[in-house]
C-alpha cells in the first residue's frame, strides 16, 4: 500500500527544537539513501496518522515530497513515546530499483478454524515474518486459511505460500500458530487425576488401619 506525505526540510539538530516541532503538531523524521547524510524532514503528525491507520495489516511504502521531489520510501525505525504511545521520531529508508530490502511482512489469517467450535483457542506466534527481497517482489501481506484447522493443528512456515523470489532466514520447521487444546479441559483433565490418586492413597490408609484393628482384637482374646 502507498502512502502520501508532504514534508518539509528542517534543521532538527537540537533536542529543544524537536520538541518545539512536536508541540506544533509535527513529527521529525529522516530519509536514508536520499543524500549521504540524509534529508531531515517534518510532517503533519495528524495527517500522518490517518494515512498509517489505512495501512494496518499490510506493507506501507510511503511517498514523500519534499520541495517538488518524491522519494519513495519504507519505515526503517519508528521511535513510540513510551507514555503517551504517540510516535516521537521515525528513520525512513528511500527505495531503489534493483536493490534488494529486508522488511517485515505481516501475515494474514484468514477463515475461522473449525476447532474453536470445539472450544479450541487459536494461539498466534508469529504475526510477521522477515524478509529481503527486491521492492518489486514485497507482498503486501501473506494470507493462510486457517478454516480447515482442528485442535492440535500447527502452522509452519513451510506451511505459507511465498514466492521463491523471497528471501528469509527462518526454518521450515518454525511454528508461526497453533490451535491448542482449551485450559479449562487441561486443568478439568488435571483435576481428575489428583482425585484419581488420593483415592487410592486413601484406601490403602483405610486398609493399614483395619489390619491393626485386627492384631489389636487378636490381643485381647489372647490376653483373655
Do not use: W
Request: proline share 3%; hydrophobic share 35%.
Amino acid at each position: 500500500m502507498n502512502i502520501k506525505i508532504n514534508a518539509e526540510k528542517r534543521d532538527l539538530g537540537k533536542r529543544s527544537d524537536l520538541t518545539e516541532l512536536r508541540k506544533e503538531g509535527f513529527i521529525p523524521g529522516i530519509i536514508y539513501g536520499a543524500g549521504q547524510e540524509g534529508i531531515k524532514i517534518a510532517f503533519n503528525a495528524r495527517d500522518y496518522t490517518r494515512e498509517y491507520k489505512k495501512s494496518i495489516g499490510a506493507v506501507a511504502f510511503f511517498d514523500i515530497t519534499v520541495d517538488g521531489k518524491t522519494y519513495k520510501t519504507f519505515i526503517k525505525e519508528k521511535q513510540i513515546h513510551p507514555l503517551t504511545r504517540e510516535v516521537v521520531h521515525i528513520d525512513f529508508l528511500e527505495l531503489h530499483k534493483g536493490k534488494s530490502i529486508t522488511i517485515d511482512v505481516p501475515i494474514n489469517f484468514i477463515g475461522e478454524a473449525l476447532g474453536t467450535k470445539e472450544g479450541g483457542v487459536f494461539e498466534i506466534i508469529h504475526r510477521a515474518i522477515q524478509v529481503t527481497c527486491l521492492p518489486k517482489d514485497i507482498p503486501e501481506e501473506i494470507s493462510f486459511d486457517i478454516s480447515s484447522m482442528n485442535i492440535g493443528d500447527s502452522i509452519h512456515f513451510k506451511d505459507l505460500d511465498i514466492s521463491e523470489d523471497i528471501a528469509t532466514e527462518l526454518s521450515d520447521e518454525i511454528t508461526i500458530a497453533i490451535l491448542s487444546v482449551p485450559k479449562v479441559i487441561e486443568e478439568s483433565e488435571e483435576e481428575e487425576e489428583v482425585e484419581g490418586e488420593e483415592g487410592t492413597e486413601g484406601e490403602g490408609v483405610e486398609g493399614e488401619e483395619g489390619d491393626k484393628a485386627t492384631e489389636e482384637e487378636s490381643s485381647e482374646k489372647k490376653s483373655e
